[in-house]
């Protein structure tokens, strides 16, 4: 039904066909059903094993090594053949297992619970699960349920609706079931703002105040929460910075093989080998000439990532995307949830006589404490009849303690995993609370929950009040149209008075300020209002005892009464605060170079001033949705987007424009958020983060990373995390290419000379895929190096196959490959020695050779014989691993037939080693002079 919230009630109904009165009849419910389904959302198909087990083999460098498997095998190399298929064998089972491992954590951690809604059927109130919820239900809503579906509203008692998560709105609305949206603000399609719509309630969203009636009007996939969830199947098959990195390289790959071959092919027909013998030479050069570790080593390394950023609560649902983060050059942030509490909190408070106070803490936990504005701390005696220096603050926060309708509340967790087994109870007293297991919680209006939780702060508790004869005589809850409360309590002393809380205009109306009061109030209210805090004034009136009865008997006329006698206590300035770690991760984020960007659904206003505080950069520019939709196909709406840092009054569609115009000028962007609202663009993004204790189902699902304790610094440890992971690529894949261009150079070198071959075809492969991959995987364990988070992110574009990259790798390999033709020349034609002894030779000095070349390559800077290695365990062991395994090559007699090897005597160990060593130094001084890094 199009617009349902602009047409009228009564035609509604009838579109329904149901009663106000008596809801549905149970055959209606069936039929309707039956047409339906039922009221969940459709959840995205989970990759099967066999999915995931195609994905990675789907790799250019497991297609390269699947070739040089076949051809091993038309050359009748048998051994090689399955020396090469296991190595993809492990390098794919590895990469299945972890991202399977990886799913079946997220699944756990998005186990959904049943809620139920209570519905009027037959003319009886039942309870129902909210997935049996069809239109034309009506919904007999109260404070604390979470609504099911969408619906119009029939009536209401001061009921406000909680709609963060589909609005990014802080602040709870109250709704209006009378409200006529027809002449409100609209956008180009007629259509009114979700927040603006008063006269609707939202699937997803939750009642935080007092009672109401709706007839359903969308279930499911029909609802606001089902449109903004089908924008998440949209095509997002972009490819991430890794991946497209590693396709690069694998085209690098072929190219080189090619070229290897080719120059082998000629050389050899120009010299005069047979054209056998030299088309086999040719093919096991193009072999050696594919890393076949790198697909094992890149695996382990990426899953490594993804366990050390699951120990800083950061759960990665794939490989690629653990590495994403650290190419990351614009993180867009939702505020609401992220980089705030979400949970109303009094920062402020302005008594008479201009004494302004601030108050300490994080959200809803009621720890914290009164400060001057020098931030000097208050102690607050309540025993006290006169507390003399600050009486003014106490009669002010007592009143607003006894006026809040909101409790505060503590999740027990049991150490069962059945949810069922969990409670949530009022906290009474704090003498009990354990400190080191608590998740506290507001049932109620958050605006009242932040007084509470002053309350809390300073000493007053349930508890507290009764045992200190508080007692309320009557109340008037709040009224969005009248826009206040009031209470009538007896105190301790037997003294009575009414306490009224609401906006500081109907403050003033209940006051009949003089011009100075009125201008003071006026000025401390804007100076609040000016810094996003949503302002609550509160005003107190003394009974006399000839007063008591009448305001016992009709509390509201004694009200209308006595207007004007009224005395305004202080105000309470209300803000959902930024959470206590985001400035200083902000900070670390600007400083990395990465712009930060707010994007929320609250006011322009109360963004602009969060951004401010928590330092972000040019918090002061700004842009709203309408501004977006009026010039988001514009050839200057990218630019806009740059200039801009926080976007407010967003809505899903906008916060995706955001990100994709981004994406188009090759930006590699994290969108962060928690909110159904934030699906679609967490979904768009590079990499999506959601919040994993706040965040909702939908948003969890759309995102690539969910961080399971919602902190805003976790991001940046998986930013630092992820750039360290792609230098540690960088280094074992210029590790393992040096090594195999080494090969390369030793063998043309060779053929040009005319000598027989310097390595047998299996001492090849005993070096690729026994030797070098052991120092290659401890390469991944590699510590930051100091300045991680200092540089700028790399370009997109610019791939791991760079012009300086390729040159250090071709230098050292160069190198290295000069040393490998000249022990083989030295060994075979000058000292006269058998082929066999000159090959083993070889073979011993690449891989000493290779070992030792981890020092030229850990450091971009220096040399990696330092301390630092002792700080990387794996590869200090994987180092003298390989040199055993080399012993073993060269001194098992089964592996000296297998692979062609001979024992070493002393002597020519010592040749080998101090050629290797040598050689070594010889790189470092090339790759210092000629500033290769």
Known sequence: MDKIYQRELDEVIKEFDTSIEDGLSKKQVEDIRSETGENKLEESEEASIWEILLDNLNNIIVYLLGFAAIVSVFMGDWIEAIAILIAVLISVLTGVLAEWNAQRSVDALQDMVTTHINVLRDGDEIEVESVELVPGDIMMLEEGDAIPADGRLIEVNNFAVMESALTGESEAVDKDADSDLNDGDKNEDGDVPLGDRLNMVFSGTAVTRGKAKAVVTAIAMDTEVGKISEMLDEDNERQSPLDREIDQLGKALIIVAFIAAALVVVIGLITGYEVGEILQ?????????????????????????????????????????????????????????????????????????????????????????????????????????????????????????????????????????????????????????????????????????????????????????????????????????????????????????????????????????????????????????????????????????????????????????????????????IMDPPRSDVAESVELTQNASIQLKMITGDHPKTASIIAKEIGINHWENTMTGQEIDEIHESDTFIDKIHDTAVFARVSPENKQQIIKSLQDDQQVVAMTGDGVNDAPALNAADIGVAMGIRGTEVAKEASDMILTDDRYSTIVDAVREGRIIFENIKKYVSFLFSCNMVEIVSILLTIVFLFPMPLTPLMILYLNLVVDVGPAIGLAFEPAEEDVMEHKPRDKESGLVSKGFLSRIIMAGIIIGLGAFAVFYITYDILGNPVELAQTMTFAYMAVAQVLHIFNVRKSDSFGLDKSLLQNKPLMFTMVLSIGLLMLAIYVPFLNNIIGTEPLSLIAWAIVVLTAVVITLVVHLFKKAFGLK
Do not use: C
Request: hydrophobic share 35%.
């Open 281 to 573: 030479v040719a093919i096991i050069l193009a072999v050696a000439a594919i890393p076949e570790a790198l697909p094992a080593v890149q695996t382990i390394t990426l899953a490594n990532g993804m366990e050390t950023m699951a120990d800083h609560q950061a759960l990665v649902k794939s490989l690629s995307a653990v590495e994403t983060l650290g190419s990351t050059s614009i993180i867009a942030s939702d505020k609401t949830g992220t980089l705030t509490e979400n949970q109303m909190m009094v920062e402020r408070l302005i008594v008479k006589d201009d004494n302004e106070y601030q108050v300490t803490g994080n959200g809803y936990e009621p720890q914290g404490e009164l400060q001057t504005t020098d931030e000097d701390a208050i102690e607050l005696n309540f025993d006290q009849s006169e507390d003399s220096d600050y009486q003014a603050l106490s009669d002010l926060i007592i009143a607003g303690f006894l006026s809040s309708e909101a409790t505060l509340v503590l999740e027990e967790n049991s150490d069962e995993d059945n949810e069922e087994n969990n409670s949530a109870q009022e906290v009474e007293d704090l003498e009990n609370i354990d400190d080191s297991d608590k998740e506290f919680s507001i049932n109620g209006d958050p605006t009242d929950g932040a007084l509470t939780v002053l309350g809390y702060k300073i000493g007053l508790t349930p508890k507290y009040i009764e045992e200190n004869n508080y007692g309320i005589v009557g109340e008037i809850p709040f009224d969005s149209d009248k826009k206040y409360m009031a209470a009538h309590y007896r105190y301790p002393d037997e003294t009575q008075y009414i306490i009224v809380k609401g906006a500081p205009d109907v403050m003033s109306e209940l006051t009949e300020l003089n011009d100075n009061d009125a201008n003071y109030w006026d000025e401390k209210n804007e100076m609040l209002a000016d810094e996003g805090m949503r302002v609550i004034a509160l005003a107190k009136y003394k009974l006399e005892d000839n007063e008591i009865e009448a305001a016992e008997d009709d509390l509201e006329a004694f009200l209308d009464q006595e207007k004007g006698n009224f005395d305004i206590l202080g105000l309470f300035g």
